[in-house]
C-alpha cells in the first residue's frame, strides 16, 4: 500500500511482512473483501435486471431489444446499477483498505482492532458515517465504467456467438 509502483519494491515488502507475521498476513482483509464482492455482485445483478426491464427497454423501445440497441441498453444498466452497487459497498471497501493497511505492529492477531466491526465502529466514532464512504468518487469512477463495459462487452460476445 505504498506509492511505489515498482515490482521490487513490492515483492521485498510482502517478504518482510511474511517474515515478520507469517504467511496469514497475505489473508488480511479477506473477510472485509468477502463483505463487500458478495454483496456487491448481488446487488448489481439484482440492480442489472430492474435497470434493464423497468428503465432502459422501455425508454429504447423496440431498438432496445437487439443490435447496438441491446449493447446500449446493456451498457446503461450495467453502469447504473454499478452507481448502486458501489456505494451501498463502500463501507466495506473501506473497512477492507483499512484492514489490509493495518500496521501489524500495533495489531495481534485475534484482538478486536482485526475485525470487521471494530474497524467501522472506529470509523464511525472518529470519522463519522462520512469515514464509511472515503474514496467513494474514485471508486465510482472505476467500477461505474467497468461494469458498464463488462456488461456491454458480455452482451456482445452472446450477439457473436448467435451468428456462429
Known amino acids: 500500500a505504498s506509492a511505489t509502483h515498482d515490482f521490487q519494491t513490492v515483492v521485498n515488502g510482502i517478504r518482510s511482512e511474511i517474515t515478520k507475521d507469517g504467511l496469514r498476513i497475505l489473508w488480511r482483509g479477506l473477510v472485509p473483501t468477502l463483505w463487500r464482492d458478495v454483496p456487491f455482485s448481488a446487488l448489481y445483478w439484482f ?3 430492474r435497470w434493464r426491464e423497468s428503465v432502459y427497454q422501455p425508454v429504447f423501445g423496440p431498438w432496445g431489444l437487439e443490435g447496438a440497441g441491446r449493447i446500449m441498453v446493456a451498457f446503461c444498466s450495467g453502469a447504473s446499477s454499478g452507481v448502486i452497487a458501489a456505494t451501498l ?4 471497501d473501506v473497512a477492507k483498505t483499512r484492514r489490509q493497511v493495518q500496521n501489524s505492529a500495533h495489531a495481534k492477531p485475534g484482538h478486536a482492532q482485526y475485525t470487521l466491526s471494530h474497524i467501522v465502529r ?19 469512477m472505476k467500477v461505474v465504467p467497468s461494469c458498464a463495459i463488462m456488461i456491454s462487452t458480455y ?7 448467435a451468428f456462429c
Do not use: N
Not at 452482451?155 to 456467438?161: R, S, T
Open 155 to 161: 452482451e456482445l460476445g452472446k450477439m457473436i456467438a
Open 89 to 92: 459497498t463502500t463501507p466495506f
Open 47 to 49: 440492480g442489472f435486471e
Open 122 to 140: 472506529h470509523i464511525t466514532a472518529t470519522e463519522g458515517v462520512k469515514g464509511l464512504f472515503a474514496g467513494l468518487t474514485p471508486r465510482l
